[in-house]
């Protein structure tokens, strides 16, 4: 996707949060809602919310590490400027959830400085074995966020959709996003890394793990 072209699917996807109303003198709940859909604190299955929130806040935050650690190794390499460009895009998801987790409230996993240290040594790491390493591991990590972002999807649906409209269609493209990334890596020989399979499984599991940690502590 060339710079236009992001420019405008963020417009057109920007997800728009009204105003924080203030807390009365008498205790009066605050209001947090989407400007088009009516998405409410009251009116919204709270529990589901948070966890969605909190887990995809991690997940970015991690993925984010990762790039980190892939442009300390290869930055100054002929690949840098496509892990730049799949890091700026995760940026992005990481300022959008961040958003989201004020405006509703939810708590961080307390496993953010785990995820921190982790992230970043997953990403040299992979990138230590080369272009082929990190490339493999950036396939393997966006093929499990898409898979988790469309069980995400299936949850929200599953509730009633049009309440959860702009949510749904945060979710929507930053999973399109991921499987760009996928398919980046890819394109740029994953598969030739060392022992690519059992790599691949490997980070695969750890990402397992680390979401059902996440939604949860």
Not at 4 to 15: D, E, G, I, P
Not at 50 to 71: K, P, S
């Amino acid at each position: 996707m060339n710079c236009s072209r992001a420019v405008a699917a963020c417009c057109l996807w920007r997800l728009r949060t009204g105003r924080l109303q203030p807390l009365s003198a008498y205790g009066r709940r605050i209001s947090v809602r989407f400007c088009s859909s009516g998405m409410t604190l009251d009116n919204i299955n709270r529990e589901a919310v948070d966890r969605i929130i909190r887990v995809d806040h991690a997940g970015e935050y991690g993925a984010n590490r990762i790039y980190a650690g892939q442009m300390a190794v290869l930055g100054r390499t002929s690949v840098g400027p496509v892990i730049q460009k799949m890091w700026d895009q995760e940026k992005d998801h990481l300022k959008k959830f961040s958003e989201l987790m004020v405006a509703f409230r939810v708590r961080p996993t307390i496993l953010m400085p785990f995820w921190n240290v982790v992230g970043f040594a997953l990403g040299a790491g992979t990138a230590l074995l080369g272009k082929e390493g990190a490339m493999a591991c950036t396939v393997a990590v966006e093929e499990s966020i898409a898979h988790h972002y469309n069980n995400q999807i299936r949850t929200l649906m599953e509730k009633e959709p049009e309440k959860y409209e702009e949510l749904l269609q945060v979710i929507r493209k930053f999973r399109d996003e991921e499987l760009e990334h996928h398919d980046i890596g890819l394109e740029h020989d994953a598969e030739l890394a060392p022992a690519y399979t059992v790599l691949k499984s490997i980070i695969q599991a750890g990402c397992r793990v680390a979401i059902y940690l996440s939604e949860r502590l």
